[in-house]
């Protein structure tokens, strides 16, 4: 925690860094697996992903990773959307029988949730860039891995609406 909090706070790294540090991080989710290789819309069928699934999966993860980070600005902000949203994709994930996405769903929303005791007004704990984008890529993550186990309706609707209250 303190090499974490040493980086976050008193080095400021470059944008482009901060990018390549977050490409990377999905990067090592997409060759572990996480890959969205196909969707079901309701009444359009199935899309497939079968060359550009990686890809995607990486614009997603890195995506999710910023809006967290967006997000942090405001104290209890971040930390309390990434709660629900655990909460939320850890009931729809137990519902889908999909154990290991619903446990790591549980395990986010607990972290964010112990963080939040200390991050309400006035914050006297700041989550920074570390906290932020570590929360932003495990709920990316859940939402992959949750999603891809099934093609039922709730799997891709339910962290889509989840996640629309930070976009």
């Given at each position: 925690?303190?090499?974490?909090?040493?980086?976050?706070?008193?080095?400021?790294?470059?944008?482009?860094?901060?990018?390549?540090?977050?490409?990377?991080?999905?990067?090592?989710?997409?060759?572990?697996?996480a890959?969205?290789?196909?969707?079901?819309?309701?009444?359009?069928?199935?899309?497939?992903?079968?060359?550009?699934?990686?890809?995607?999966?990486?614009?997603?993860?890195?995506?999710?990773?910023?809006?967290?980070?967006?997000?942090?600005?405001?104290?209890?902000?971040?930390?309390?959307?990434?709660?629900?949203?655990?909460?939320?994709?850890?009931?729809?994930?137990?519902?889908?029988?999909?154990?290991?996405?619903?446990?790591?769903?549980?395990?986010?929303?607990?972290?964010?949730?112990?963080?939040?005791?200390h991050?309400?007004?006035?914050?006297?704990?700041?989550?920074?860039?570390?906290?932020?984008?570590?929360?932003?890529?495990?709920?990316?993550?859940?939402?992959v891995?949750?999603?891809?186990?099934?093609?039922?309706?709730?799997?891709?609707?339910?962290?889509?609406?989840?996640?629309?209250?930070?976009?």
């Amino acid at each position: 925690i303190t090499l974490i909090g040493a980086i976050d706070d008193y080095r400021e790294l470059k944008p482009l860094v901060k990018l390549g540090g977050q490409i990377a991080a999905a990067i090592i989710a997409v060759e572990a697996g996480a890959v969205v290789t196909n969707i079901t819309l309701p009444f359009l069928g199935g899309l497939q992903f079968p060359n550009t699934g990686g890809v995607l999966t990486v614009i997603w993860l890195v995506g999710l990773m910023n809006v967290v980070n967006f997000s942090d600005g405001v104290d209890g902000l971040a930390a309390g959307i990434c709660a629900i949203d655990g909460i939320a994709f850890s009931i729809i994930a137990f519902s889908l029988n999909v154990n290991g996405a619903a446990i790591l769903a549980a395990l986010t929303a607990g972290a964010a949730l112990g963080f939040l005791f200390h991050n309400f007004h006035p914050a006297s704990v700041f989550m920074g860039d570390a906290g932020a984008n570590l929360l932003g890529y495990l709920l990316g993550v859940v939402a992959v891995v949750g999603s891809l186990k099934t093609a039922s309706f709730v799997a891709l609707v339910g962290p889509l609406v989840v996640l629309a209250i930070p976009f």
